[in-house]
């Protein structure tokens, strides 16, 4: 598949079918994650993986009624490590790179579900604190998103973008 098509494709799923991610192609994302470039090479960031309908109805809770999270057979929540990054870079890896390194690998994913026909939407509106206790986070990192991956369950919407000439400037 074309790079550019699957860019362009890509759109926030908010309702799933019950079919089941393949295994195969749940490794390939975690693959494509993991060539995701990181601050100092540092990978900054750790990914669980939630199969569990329990724990999917937890975080439906704690994202405040989103409730896709549960219709997706699989949530990956992506967190921050932060003692990871400061190891090289101190405050600016505890309080930038690694949350940028974890959105990265996210955003990996999202183009590398995209790619093998499954859908995803970046959910980041959560407690945090929540999210920590279902998915039984260490102590140390911090969720900053979630990605629930599954097939379509309808025709997404297309959401409208700003103008090139509005969003670049010529410095
Ligand atoms: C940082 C971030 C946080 C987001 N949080 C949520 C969320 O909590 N729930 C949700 O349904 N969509 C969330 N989204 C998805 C956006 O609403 C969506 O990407 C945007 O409206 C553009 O639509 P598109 O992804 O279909 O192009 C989030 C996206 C980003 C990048």
């Known amino acids: 598949m074309d790079f550019f098509k699957i860019v362009e494709d890509r759109r926030s799923m908010r309702k799933y079918a019950e079919t089941p991610v393949e ?7 975690l ?18 993986v939630v199969r569990k ?4 109805q937890a975080l439906v809770k704690a994202a405040w009624d989103q409730e896709f999270l549960a219709e997706a057979p699989v949530v990956l929540v ?3 490590n932060p003692p990871r990054s400061a190891v090289k870079y101190g405050e600016r890896g505890t309080t930038l790179y690694s949350i940028q390194d974890a959105t990265i690998a996210c955003s990996y994913s999202q183009l590398a579900a995209k790619a093998q026909g499954l859908d995803t939407v ?3 509106a959560f407690d945090e604190a929540a ?3 279902i998915v039984n986070v260490s102590p140390d990192l911090r969720p900053v998103a979630m990605l629930p991956i599954g097939y379509a369950g309808r025709v997404p919407s297309v959401r409208p973008r700003r103008e090139i ?3 670049v400037h010529e410095a």
């Open 78 to 80: 992506f967190c921050a």
């Open 23 to 29: 295994e195969e192609k749940l490794h390939k994302i």
């Open 165 to 167: 000439s509005d969003l």
């Open 53 to 56: 309908l329990e724990q999917r």
């Open 122 to 124: 970046w959910v980041g």
């Open 31 to 48: 693959e494509t994650a993991n060539r995701a470039p990181s601050a100092g090479n540092l990978q900054g960031y750790e990914i669980y």
């Open 131 to 133: 999210v920590s206790e």
